[in-house]
């Protein structure tokens, strides 16, 4: 290895596959092959990054430094075990938030993960200038790799072993798919009213900036906090023709309650 | 009134009263008076925008074009009954995003709402070129002489009515103050883990991001969308020891589950 950057491949020709290919491209950081069961999207990313395409599994390169499995969660395992790769070559990763690490154990000596902590879709760029790299792996050797090569694309990699990646992944889903949601039902209940979504979005964004300087804690407003609960009762009637938003709205009114 | 901008007198001296203050003096807008109860509050926002300062609502002026209520929302009557202004001079508005303009009703012929949707705290600034100013009076002329003077401090202004401001009120606890508590619970939960909170901001602002773009329906991803009930069990067993973050990623995960 050395000075040498390792040669890559990519197992996977969605989201993640495509933004971490793109990115590795950009780099100047080859890509030898980007495997996918359709060939149409292996060759479409492997096109736009100089790599080689195939979608049988049994033929790709066996001589990488390097093997990332950018597949749906539930793949990963029947992917690896279909990998045509002895025990000892190779380092083998994946990017899944919500696996550890150990789930590539019974298929390779040299396992770990890269695990770039970001909401991926095809349609917006990703910044890899500011998103967090996670990586890991159980071998000191490998950790040291992989660190190369995420630095090579990030400048933000932490090492986050597979207990730690579990408690961030949950955090995850608290901080991008459950605010998604209740983004989601302030959308429906102003779109209900005839009201403009986008009057919203400034506030949104001012959540998102005053949380980027200060404690959530610090920043906490709003009627639950104050214990205000004649706005409450207020706002339970308006959503009483959602019995499950009013249930939410009750539940999250309380545990804001608690924080005082 | 024609093109003279209107006589502006402030009841108030806290976070909102602050910020409207400066940006109206910021603007160019004189604002001859600011009431607090707190001398000291009164004299030291007035000094800074350059207004006079009172603590006595009997001596407030009585021949201003307009009156702003910024204060809080439970005092808000009671302060409407204690100015001594007849019930025909001047507009009084208030500045609640809670409480309805009409309020006001019994105290004044003209009466109204100068609502700044957006979470204020006396450290960060307020951007007004972004924010949504709703304004609302039951007159017409009123209604244009809020506009105006809403115009001449924001680009962004909307003509809101009381039944819609409590839509948009409680769609704003969601999209602020909820939000913000489930990242108070992402912080606690990898805190106690030793992981660094920092890691998931850049999340968080993506996450804002994409929603100035998308729908949020458009952008859920996540275990609950996916219907990934392995990572959900895992993600339960982690929340364990917080049954009430555990009800709520439950609830919210139904919810998410039945937008599919």
Chains 1, 2 share one sequence.
Not at 72 to 78: F, G, M, N, P, V
Not at 234 to 248: F, G, T, V, Y
Request: net charge positive; proline share 5%; with cysteine.
């Amino acid at each position: 290895m050395k000075n040498k950057l390792p040669s890559i491949v990519l197992i996977g020709a969605g989201n993640v596959a495509h933004h971490l290919g793109h990115r590795f491209q950009e780099m100047g950081i080859p890509v030898l092959e980007v495997f996918s069961r359709k060939i149409t999207k292996a060759r479409k990313l492997a096109k736009a990054i100089g790599a080689s395409a195939t979608n049988q599994l049994s033929a790709i390169s066996k001589t990488a430094d390097l093997y990332i499995l950018a597949v749906h969660d539930d793949a990963i395992e029947a992917v690896a075990r279909q990998l045509p790769l002895s025990p000892t070559t190779g380092l083998v990763v994946h990017t899944s938030g919500a696996m550890p690490s150990k789930v590539l154990k019974p298929f390779f000596k040299n396992y770990g993960c890269f695990y770039p902590l970001q909401t991926f879709s095809i349609q917006k760029a990703v910044d890899f200038e500011v998103l967090p790299l996670c990586i890991f792996s159980p071998q000191q050797r490998n950790r040291q790799k992989l660190t190369k090569v995420a630095k090579a694309i990030c400048p933000n990699v932490y090492t986050i072993d597979d207990a730690q990646k579990s408690v961030l992944h949950v955090a995850a889903v608290f901080v991008n798919n459950f605010t998604n949601h209740l983004c989601y039902i302030a959308k429906e209940i102003t779109d209900q009213q005839g009201i403009d979504f986008d009057i919203l979005k400034p506030l949104l964004n001012e959540t998102a900036s005053k949380l980027a300087k200060y404690a959530p804690k610090e920043m906490q407003t709003g009627p639950a906090i104050r214990g205000d609960q004649q706005t409450m009762n207020k706002h339970l009637q308006l959503l009483e023709s959602h019995p499950e938003w009013a249930q939410l709205y009750k539940l999250l009114s309380q545990s804001i309650a608690k924080t005082k």
